[in-house]
């Protein structure tokens, strides 16, 4: 994977297909290929014809890890993704995040709004403007020697999916503790690109899409039936919302 400095911290992307930019920026415990690849997307953009660029987030993939919580905040992992596409080219592009990469992408929104095409917030809804509960138990399940000594059924969930991922759960523990800066009801409101936001209809982590569709001017919202947390990432009507949204930009 090519790799950019940002702020002296290497980031890690790929880079596949021609046509429009689309920016993906993946989940917490997740990387560029279990978000975006694994799950179909990049093939699905490059064959509706465009271009996609996934980012492992730092902390995560191949990206530098830090094990300071003060190094995780999302302003700074905005600028990651702002830099990667410095380091393109790239002056604007649609930019499309899945749970802690929404609220990456609704930061970059903010901080750059001349660089973001449109948004699309997946995994994270009507939760990205309430206070972070549960950060707590998830750190020390992925700082536990096993996960035999993990009970909450959250925590465990992404202690799981942390091991499944073979990722640095130091790194991760860092993370979940420092990157959840407010986003305020009046901010969302502020973001002025084009809006679509995703979540399944049972992902209670997320919290129900036309909850924050109904904060931000003009946003759409799109519910996923019968889908958690996990689940709705790679589902079909997922896919091709997102595709129908973008097609509609101009």
Known sequence: ????SSDGVDIHFLDEGEGRPVLLI??????????WVDTGWVRHLNRSGFRAIAMDNRGHGLSTKLYTPQ???TPRMAEDARRVLDHLGIGRADVMGYSMGARIAAFL???HPERVRSAVFAGLAGNMVRPMAGT????HALEADSIDAVTNPTARTFRAFADRTGSDRKALAAC??????????????RIACP???VAGGDDVIAGPADDLASLIPGAEALTVPRRDHM?????RIYMQGVLDFLRRRP
């Open 1 to 4: 994977m090519p790799v950019v």
């Open 26 to 35: 993946h989940g917490f415990a997740s990387n560029a290929v279990v978000n």
């Open 71 to 73: 190094d995780y905040g």
């Open 109 to 111: 929104a903010l901080a």
């Open 136 to 139: 707590g138990p998830i750190a």
């Open 176 to 189: 979940i503790r420092g990157a959840r800066e407010p986003l305020t009801r009046e901010a969302v409101a």
């Open 195 to 197: 809006v679509l936001v």
């Open 231 to 235: 689940r709705t990432v790679g589902d």
